[in-house]
């Protein structure tokens, strides 16, 4: 099955910095890849997704790229605010156009934003 | 638009006591997901339905049985609850097609 690795599990960067998590997946046939952001005491909000054909997207300050060949995917937050400071979980799956298996999750990075 | 609503909120049980946990989406999704969340271990899949009708196991389906009792709800039952099983428990939904999972804010379940 699928392996998630995602690094660092504690990020600290100054207010208005960049910050950058990092994840591997192990199965080759996984062809989209999300990313989670939690709150305390709240559920996983999805803040943006890739999937296999596509090197980069952005969103205003959100930004994945990923890089089928070696396998590894990763979330670019820029000017960062105080807001931003939660949980990030990556996540891997394949889409075969049949069935719905669920997702494989990175064990999270706690992303602290100091003022 | 609610969205993932899962009930309740917080449980806490004896080992060997029996517990639903309920969820319900108001999107029209097909598939639905239960999801356990452990400190440092990230977000294991327990069960999934594809559509109504159907469940299948996740990666750490046992001591856990499923209902998809229509489109819109999908029950997470303990028969026997055991410590191992205090987590926080996320209920999810896509439309399937590739589209993003949705996820309820979670049930904080302790057993003691």
């Known amino acids: 099955g699928e392996n998630v690795e995602q690094h660092p599990s504690t990020l600290s960067v100054q207010e208005g910095d960049s910050a950058v998590i990092k994840c591997t997946y192990s199965?080759?046939?996984?062809?989209?890849f999300p990313w989670y952001k939690q709150e305390l005491g709240k559920g996983p909000q999805l803040i943006i997704d890739?999937?296999?054909?596509?090197g980069e997207k952005k969103d205003q300050r959100i930004a994945v790229t990923l890089n089928k060949t070696a396998k590894h995917f990763s979330l670019h937050i820029t000017e960062t605010q105080p807001e931003d400071s939660a949980v990030y979980f990556c996540?891997?799956?394949?889409?075969?156009?049949?069935?719905?298996?669920?997702?494989?999750f990175g064990k999270g990075t706690h992303l602290i934003i100091q003022p | 638009n609610a969205g993932v609503t899962q009930t309740p909120k917080f449980q806490v049980l004896k080992t060997g006591q029996s517990m639903t946990l309920q969820c319900a989406q108001d999107m029209n999704h097909n598939s639905m997901y239960w999801y356990r969340q452990d400190p440092g271990m990230g977000l294991r899949l327990i069960y999934y339905s594809a559509s109504e009708g159907t469940t299948d196991k996740g990666e750490v389906p046992n001591g856990y049985n499923v209902s998809r009792l229509n489109k819109r709800e999908f029950s997470l039952r303990l028969e026997s609850a055991a410590p191992s099983q205090t987590s926080v428990y996320f209920c999810a939904s896509t439309g399937g097609g590739g589209q993003p999972q949705h996820f309820g804010d979670g049930t904080r379940l302790s057993i003691l």
């Open positions: 890739i999937r296999s054909n596509v």
């Open positions: 996540a891997a799956r394949a889409y075969s156009g049949g069935g719905a298996d669920g997702l494989t």
């Open positions: 199965d080759s046939a996984s062809n989209y």
